[in-house]
């Protein structure tokens, strides 16, 4: 069964720090990799996504990822935070094949900026 | 970008009675929805998965009796949880894609539901 580990519950960090929130999977294939950032009081909306192609992938507000598939890691990284990014962020799989396209979810890693 | 209005967001309820969330993709066709529930501190857990038209598939460990769900059209699925009890409490959150592997589940904003 495919799983997804987030290694860090809660990280606070001060404006214009940088970030980098971990992630691994375990996964028998192809996978597809996200990453969901869920702002306070709204919804999950997708961050950026690695299908196939450059391991390094820019997503929306500045951040970006990269996919190791030697260690089965996709971390996320941002160059300097803002207190807008406070948010919870998880990290989802699914498998690239056919019919395989169920999200599995880490546990979610909340960040907290401080101005 | 694409939509998915999910209703109501909150609900609190009697135990015994039976609460019904629609969700909807607001301008998509969702071929398939996912429901699932995510309890304080942990994530998301998928429920089950439904494809317009056909049964939901459901989890391991879910009972498909207690969370009924319907996907009559491409718009518009439902999860009822049938007679509620206090550990029925979580938040459920749908999510909708127009399926493949690679096209990323827009999600709901999701329903907090509190059993007394």
């Known amino acids: 069964a495919q799983s997804v580990s987030q290694h860090n519950h809660h990280v606070i960090l001060s404006e214009a720090a940088s970030l980098e929130l971990g992630c691994n999977y375990s996964y028998g294939g192809t996978v597809n990799l996200f990453w969901y950032v869920q702002y306070p009081g709204q919804h999950l909306q997708l961050l950026l996504k690695y299908f196939s192609g450059d391991p390094l992938v820019k997503g929306i507000k500045g951040f970006e990822a990269e996919f190791i598939k030697s260690k089965f890691s996709f971390n996320l990284r941002k160059p300097s935070v803002q207190w807008s990014d406070t948010a919870e962020y998880f990290c989802?799989?699914?498998?690239?094949?056919?019919?395989?396209?169920?999200?599995?979810f880490g546990k979610g890693t909340k960040l907290s900026v401080i101005p | 970008g694409a939509v998915v209005s999910q209703h109501p967001s909150w609900v609190i309820c009697k135990s015994g009675t039976s609460v019904k969330i629609e969700c909807r993709s607001l301008d998509f066709q969702a071929t398939t929805m996912f429901w699932y529930r995510q309890f304080p501190k942990q994530s998301l857990m998928l429920m089950a998965t439904s494809n317009e038209g056909s049964k939901a598939t459901y989890e391991q460990g879910v009972e498909k009796d207690k969370f009924l769900i319907n996907h009559a059209s491409l718009t518009l699925s439902t999860l009822t949880v049938t007679s509620a009890h206090p550990e029925d409490s979580s938040f459920y959150i749908c999510s909708a894609s127009t399926v493949n592997s690679n096209q990323p589940q827009h999600f709901g904003d999701g329903t907090r539901l509190s059993i007394l």
């Open positions: 989802a799989v699914t498998g690239s094949g056919a019919g395989s396209y169920q999200l599995t």
